[in-house]
Nanobody
């Protein structure tokens, strides 16, 4: 049973765009810092972008200027808009919820595959 459910992944050509969505439960979402992580083949999972309950965002340097994280509190959903995709963006993207932002109660989605072809 998933607490977070990602969608929107797929195959896209370099330079293209995708928007990932992550649906969460109301209780988890309303009190959580939300984030997107990704894990590429042979690499550890890394933070891509993060957004607080108030809407403050941070993005990794590798995607700065190309990716945007946002949240719709009414829909209990966080998004990752990915533009100007590069082959190195290929990874499984995971939604993450950090309840209260304290790293004491963390929830993960099952992941959605993003593949960028050259």
């Amino acid at each position: 049973q998933a607490q977070l459910v990602e969608s929107g992944g797929g195959l896209v050509q370099a330079g293209g765009s995708l928007r990932l969505s992550c649906a969460a439960s109301r209780i988890i979402f309303s009190m959580s810092v939300m984030a997107w992580y990704r894990q590429a083949p042979g690499k550890q999972r890394e933070l891509v972008a993060r957004i607080t309950t108030g809407g403050t965002t941070n993005v990794a340097d590798s995607v700065k200027g190309r990716f945007t994280i946002s949240r719709d509190n009414a829909k209990n959903t966080v998004y990752l808009q990915m533009n100007s995709l590069k082959p190195e963006d290929t990874a499984v993207y995971y939604c993450n919820a950090d309840r209260f932002g304290l790293q004491t109660a963390v929830f993960w989605g099952q992941g959605t595959q993003v593949t960028v072809s050259s």
